[in-house]
């Protein structure tokens, strides 16, 4: 069964497998979840190509901060769901907190 996530939508297996690739945000952090194709040594396998940034700019425009691949199943789709998770919790741990703003602001 596929689950949903409170962050993260997801399109279902379906989509990818059609060959659509899928962009979306959450809270400053960007992604592209893009089917693709990967050789490997016992022919090619079908995968999700992953890719984040941070910010409020397009792909185009920005810094690509970590690439990921999945196999390209339900299985892999959780894979992605759960990458994003980190990847967003990644981003938080890089911010300031409120009290070093303020710290910076009266020279601290």
Same mark, same amino acid.
């Given at each position: 069964?596929?689950r949903?996530?409170?962050?993260?939508?997801l399109?279902?297996?379906?989509?990818f497998?059609n060959?659509?690739t899928?962009?979306g945000?959450?809270?400053?952090?960007?992604?592209r979840?893009?089917?693709?194709?990967?050789?490997t040594?016992?022919g090619?396998?079908? *995968?999700?190509?992953?890719l984040?940034? &941070?910010?409020?700019?397009?792909l185009? $425009?920005?810094?690509?901060?970590? +690439?990921?691949?999945?196999?390209?199943t339900?299985e892999?789709?959780e894979?992605? *769901?759960d990458w994003?998770?980190?990847? &967003?919790?990644a981003?938080?741990?890089? $911010?300031?907190?409120?009290?070093d +703003?303020?710290?910076a602001e009266?020279g601290i």
């Amino acid at each position: 069964m596929l689950r949903e996530h409170h962050r993260f939508f997801l399109p279902n297996l379906l989509t990818f497998t059609n060959g659509n690739t899928h962009l979306g945000s959450f809270l400053g952090l960007r992604y592209r979840i893009k089917p693709t194709q990967k050789e490997t040594e016992n022919g090619t396998e079908d *995968i999700f190509a992953c890719l984040d940034w &941070y910010g409020e700019y397009c792909l185009e $425009e920005s810094e690509v901060v970590h +690439e990921a691949e999945f196999p390209l199943t339900a299985e892999g789709r959780e894979q992605v *769901i759960d990458w994003l998770e980190q990847e &967003y919790f990644a981003m938080k741990a890089l $911010e300031p907190k409120a009290d070093d +703003e303020e710290d910076a602001e009266n020279g601290i």
